[in-house]
């Protein structure tokens, strides 16, 4: 039977009986629940890869010793879990993980940024800190060139997201552009 949202939370109450620290770090989210938790590392259970696209300062000739490639710009997150999960957690240097995991459990879509609902961090911390910490997320991800943004983009129609992910109404594409300009991103980011 598949887990749903109150099984983990059940869970995560037990795991973490104290609140922990969320932060925006410039370009990821520092999240203490992390180093006890280590559940979207791990073997996945969708049948669907998570693919997770490298920018081109993170691809090498080692880059296929460290993570499962579907091509040379695109790490997979399956069933087989992370190859970069060592068991001190994530084995890459922070510039060498892909942006998706450092912006997890916020999760940029084409449609705008979406919040994966069983993480602990997000179960767990009020929904309005995650919002600040999405339009600090936003502001990031509108620095990134398009052509990478698009491949950083998960492509997963809404409906299917919405299973398991709350949708923030903090959106992009053409603002993007507008926040490059120096415009103001608040004002665009809210639909
Ligand atoms: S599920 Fe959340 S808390 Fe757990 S490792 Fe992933 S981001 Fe961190
Ligand atoms: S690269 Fe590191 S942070 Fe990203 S999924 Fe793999 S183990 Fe986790």
Same mark, same amino acid.
């Given at each position: 039977?598949?887990?749903?949202?109150?099984?983990?939370?059940?869970?995560?109450?037990?795991?973490?009986?104290?609140?922990?620290?969320?932060l925006w770090r410039g370009s990821w989210l520092e999240n203490d629940?992390?180093?006890?938790?280590?559940?979207?590392?791990?073997?996945?259970?969708?049948?669907?890869?998570?693919?997770?696209?490298?920018?081109?300062?993170?691809?090498?000739?080692?880059?296929?010793?460290?993570?499962?490639?579907?091509?040379?710009?695109?790490?997979?997150?399956?069933?087989?879990?992370?190859?970069?999960?060592?068991?001190?957690?994530?084995?890459?240097?922070?510039?060498?993980?892909?942006?998706?995991?450092?912006?997890f459990p916020l999760v940029p879509t084409k449609r705008g940024l979406?919040?994966?609902?069983?993480?602990?961090?997000?179960?767990?911390?009020?929904?309005?800190?995650?919002?600040?910490?999405?339009?600090?997320?936003?502001?990031?991800?509108?620095?990134?060139?398009?052509?990478?943004?698009? #491949? *950083?983009? $998960?492509? !997963? /129609?809404?409906? %299917?997201?919405?299973?398991? #992910? *709350?949708? $923030?109404? !903090? /959106?992009?594409? %053409?603002?993007?552009?507008? #926040?490059?300009?120096?415009?103001?991103?608040?004002?665009?980011?809210?639909?």
């Amino acid at each position: 039977m598949k887990k749903d949202i109150w099984y983990y939370l059940a869970l995560w109450r037990k795991c973490f009986p104290q609140h922990r620290k969320l932060l925006w770090r410039g370009s990821w989210l520092e999240n203490d629940y992390c180093q006890d938790c280590r559940y979207c590392c791990g073997p996945q259970d969708s049948p669907i890869p998570y693919p997770m696209h490298l920018l081109p300062e993170q691809v090498g000739p080692e880059t296929g010793k460290h993570l499962y490639l579907v091509d040379t710009h695109t790490a997979i997150l399956d069933q087989r879990g992370c190859k970069a999960l060592g068991s001190e957690g994530c084995s890459l240097e922070r510039a060498l993980r892909p942006v998706a995991c450092g912006l997890f459990p916020l999760v940029p879509t084409k449609r705008g940024l979406f919040l994966y609902k069983n993480c602990p961090a997000v179960l767990l911390t009020p929904l309005v800190q995650w919002m600040d910490l999405a339009q600090e997320a936003g502001r990031f991800l509108c620095r990134i060139p398009r052509e990478h943004l698009q #491949h *950083i983009c $998960l492509s !997963i /129609a809404p409906e %299917k997201l919405a299973e398991s #992910h *709350i949708f $923030l109404h !903090i /959106a992009w594409g %053409k603002n993007q552009h507008d #926040h490059a300009q120096g415009k103001r991103f608040d004002n665009a980011k809210i639909r």
